[in-house]
């Protein structure tokens, strides 16, 4: 599966480890996102029925300079949680720089494996709980052979997280990068290339769709790596929602979450009552196709996924015992962000959304902590048990569809 394109993507992340990372930075913050997010794999991989106390043993498939690696091995940590993180990368340079953070963070829960996933079948590493693969999947001569080998070292009952370009809110790239196949063609050395790339974005005129695309920033924030990532990669593949279920299924898998669920839902685009019933006549894969297209601002998708035959296990927010609670985010600024009439403004990537929240909403907010089971935060709450129920239910129905108000995994061992 290794191409003479392949031997120049390893030659850029030699050159160019990416992203861009200072392991003094670490003593300053963490970096978080999706996937991989604890509390995500916990409520979507999971469906928050996994025993926090029982050992995670995860994989950041492509771990470049860290970010996934770091995330998830700092939250065990913090949280007190046995288990493994796996790096697995080729890049010498990043794993240096991966390393290097870990260090700063005095982890010691990551192990290193500089080597291809391409390579995970018959390794003898695994099986995964957990697998990450963020930014890779797009980058390689034959996906779907890719997705493979991830779910071949992938425990029963386990999932996988998945982001990988899409075509729409990346619009401009392709057009640069084919601009820059004429002007510092891949026989060139990276570092002459990337003082190519410079000049260009430098002297990029008005009417270039890249510079009226707010929706991607390597090429202002991301330094050299970033640039050079955007812009002179030399294989970069975009999925469609539709492409990539294709992948899913064909590596036999299904979604259990497109982050954020409420990005894929053409409704809230469609305000003509005509179109909304159009829309909602589709079948659910068709409806995300629709807000795709309709929004045209998504420059990735991130899917959590698991093998197609493991039935469907949820997490149940409306069980007593089960503990709610939020994602980088607290409930005191969620109700005190709300408006007037009871709505909650989230934006995605200049995209505002409305998110209509019940009367009293507030009120349950303040109360979830991630300590507190939905049984404690109702008695918390004062309210008779059905006015909580009932709004209990819709507010966390409209969180959850924002990623922001999850189920925690229980407490104990399976």
């Known amino acids: 599966m290794t191409d003479a394109t392949d031997a120049q993507l390893a030659a850029q992340y030699e050159a160019f480890p990416y992203p861009k990372r200072d392991p003094r930075d670490e003593a300053k913050r963490l970096i978080v996102g999706s996937p991989g997010h604890l509390y995500e794999v916990d409520h979507w991989v999971f469906g928050a ?21 770091i995330m998830l091995a700092q939250q065990l940590a913090r949280d007190g949680r046995a288990g493994t993180v796996t790096w697995l990368d080729r890049s010498a340079a990043s794993l ?67 982001m990988v370009y899409a075509p729409h809110g990346r619009t401009g790239v392709y057009m640069i990068q084919d ?9 060139q050395p990276p570092t002459e290339r990337i003082d190519v790339a410079r000049r260009v974005m430098r002297h990029l005129p008005e009417t270039a769709w890249l510079r009226m695309n707010g929706n991607v920033r390597d090429q202002s924030a991301g330094g050299d790596a970033g640039l050079y990532d955007l812009l002179l990669n030399p294989r970069d593949q975009a999925f469609t929602v539709l492409a990539l279920h294709d992948l899913l299924a064909q590596a036999g898998l299904r979604p259990t979450c497109w982050v954020e669920p409420l990005r894929y ?18 079948p659910p894969l068709q409806r995300a196709a629709l807000a ?12 959590y996924c698991v093998r197609a035959d493991r039935p469907e296990d949820r997490a149940n927010p409306f069980d007593p015992a089960s503990v709610p609670l939020f994602r980088e985010v607290t409930g005191e600024v969620l109700a005190n962000a709300l408006r007037p009439d009871g709505t909650l403004m989230i934006g ?23 300590k507190r089971n939905v049984g404690a935060i109702a ?24 990623n922001r108000l999850l189920m925690a995994a229980p407490p104990g061992v399976a």
């Open 265 to 282: 839902d053409p409704a809230p685009l469609l305000p003509d009552p005509r179109l909304r019933e159009r829309a909602a006549a589709l």
């Open 96 to 162: 240096k720089i991966a390393q290097a953070r870990a260090g700063v963070r005095k982890l010691t829960n990551i192990v290193w494996e500089q080597r291809s996933l391409l390579d995970l079948p018959g390794s003898g590493l695994g099986p995964f709980d957990y697998i990450d693969c963020c930014g890779v999947l797009h980058h390689l001569p034959d996906p779907l052979g890719g997705l493979r080998a991830l779910v071949s070292v992938l425990a029963p009952g386990g999932g996988i997280g998945l």
């Open 379 to 402: 008695k918390a709450s004062g309210m008779p048990s059905d006015v909580f129920e009932s709004v209990w239910r819709a507010t966390y129905l409209a969180l959850e569809r924002v």
């Open 49 to 69: 029925r996994r025993p926090a106390g029982k050992p995670m043993h995860a994989l950041i498939a492509g771990g470049g300079t860290g970010d996934a690696t």
């Open 292 to 303: 795709e297209s309709l929004a045209g601002n998504m420059s990735v998708h991130v899917v």
């Open 348 to 370: 995605f990537d200049g995209l505002q959304l409305p998110i209509v929240l019940p009367p009293r909403a507030a009120a349950i907010l303040r109360l979830v902590d991630g």
């Open 179 to 187: 601009a820059l196949r004429l002007l510092a063609p891949a026989d």
